[in-house]
């Protein structure tokens, strides 16, 4: 069944109590926040003035919406937000355990309640995890208004979310949070007695709390998480006081900054980031992204493979020792593979961005490519084909091929092209 909550700000009756925090929930859960004035980061959606503001402030409908961002900006917490201020159940499923069994289900409560004069948010938690199917069977009930939608996601909607849902929802990108934010979320769970860490007695410093906020890169969950580990990680001393030390947070940290998901989008962005800074020439970047795609757990045999294109399409003939310089890093990283292969893969980085850059490959084949498509049925020249058979040669097959090595004039005279493309230029020399 999915898990429902029923929130009213604007019935007759008193707004029901929050449920006492569940103590045996982590951190990120218990203090999230409660209300908007609460709610941290993403000014350009709620701050004064903006869209989702005015529609709250406004008492209009909400429209179905697509949330994109990252783990930890505050998806969940903002659906749960905008349900209960404008006066809507919320029904929250996870497309990870759900189907269009639970949808079908949700989607039929949705409509006894509708009839009764109650509103519905339905929550769809990585709503990029539905098949076709499954997003169809969202359709109509989205579309007759039994339902409002709100489907969090963190990959792009363009790629994960069909057409027709895009069509019928608002798609609001939430940014990762800022370290300030951050910072703000950390203080106040040292600051809670009831829902965070304040019973624990502890003692963080603001360098700290710095730290911890950096490396989460905005999200604010692997903050909270790492803060709430080297907590509990640290020994009360004779007042019962725990102090952080800046050992136990990097230790509580581990590997959570570098967190991402290896098949999805920001993969890719981090693989381009590297890309476009060796195309720029610059060394200092290209080691930066590099460092974010192995720290961040990047299949090393992949990033080989990019620089190998890089050192085709971008250096080319500008400097032939590019490619032996890509190819052999690839060749050792498949040998010794990680951690030793960061090395080769560093060299080859540098090398590449250091490298004087030539795109007159590219250029010349894909302006080959071009005319051999347009002029696909153009025969091959008689003169260029292989005699193979007595038949061929009474045909002309070869008659006329001039042998390069044993003729100096045949470079220059014997045409190599078809009839209609003779003496297109596609290749270029750069000096």
Request: net charge negative; aromatic share 6%; proline share 5%.
């Amino acid at each position: 069944m999915p898990r429902r909550v029923s929130e009213s700000l604007f019935g007759d009756e008193p707004e029901a109590e929050e449920p006492p925090p569940d103590t045996s929930a982590p951190l990120a859960e218990r203090i999230r926040p409660r209300s908007l004035e609460e709610f941290v980061g993403q000014r350009h959606l709620v701050g004064e003035g903006r869209v989702l503001r005015r529609v709250i402030e406004g008492g209009g409908l909400l429209p179905s919406l697509i949330l994109w961002g990252g783990p930890g900006t505050g998806k969940t917490t903002l659906a749960r937000l905008l349900a209960r201020r404008t006066g809507a159940r919320f029904v929250a499923l996870s497309a990870v355990f759900s189907g269009v069994k639970e949808v079908r289900a949700a989607i039929s409560e949705a409509r006894e309640e509708k009839r009764r004069g109650q509103r519905t948010t339905l929550f769809i938690d990585e709503i990029h995890r539905f098949n076709k199917a499954q997003q169809d069977a969202l359709l109509p009930a989205v579309e007759d208004g039994t339902v409002t939608l709100i489907g969090a996601t963190t990959e792009n909607p363009s790629f994960e979310v069909i057409g027709a849902l895009l069509s019928r929802s608002r798609v609001l990108t939430l940014e990762p949070l800022g370290e300030t934010d951050v910072v703000a979320l950390l203080g106040r769970a040292l600051g809670d007695v009831e829902r965070g860490l304040a019973a624990l007695s502890p003692e963080v410093s603001g360098g700290l709390l710095s730290r911890i906020a950096k490396a989460a890169g905005g999200d604010a969950r692997v903050a909270l998480t790492a803060l709430e580990a080297a907590v509990e990680a640290t020994e009360p001393d004779e007042k019962g006081a725990r102090r952080v030390t800046e050992e136990t947070v990097v230790e509580a940290l581990g590997r959570a900054r570098y967190a991402y998901d290896k098949g999805g989008e920001e993969h890719y962005n981090l693989a381009s980031a590297l890309i476009k800074s060796l195309r720029n020439s610059d060394a200092d970047a290209g080691l930066y992204w590099l460092a974010r795609l192995i720290e961040g757990g990047a299949d090393p045999v992949f990033i080989a493979r990019r620089l190998c294109i890089l050192a085709s399409e971008d250096v080319g003939l500008a400097d032939p020792r590019a490619m032996v310089q890509a190819a052999a890093a690839a060749q050792i990283t498949q040998l010794i593979g990680l951690p030793e292969a960061l090395y080769p893969l560093s060299q080859a980085t540098v090398y590449l961005a250091r490298a004087p850059k030539s795109n007159a490959v590219k250029r010349a084949y894909m302006a080959a490519a071009e005319d051999a498509s347009e002029t696909a049925r153009e025969p091959v020249p008689l003169h260029l084909r292989n005699a193979v058979t007595p038949l061929m040669r009474r045909q002309g097959y070869g008659k006329g091929y001039r042998y390069a090595h044993d003729d100096a004039a045949a470079s220059g005279e014997m045409a190599c092209l078809p009839e209609g493309l003779r003496g297109k230029k596609y290749w270029e020399d750069e000096e």
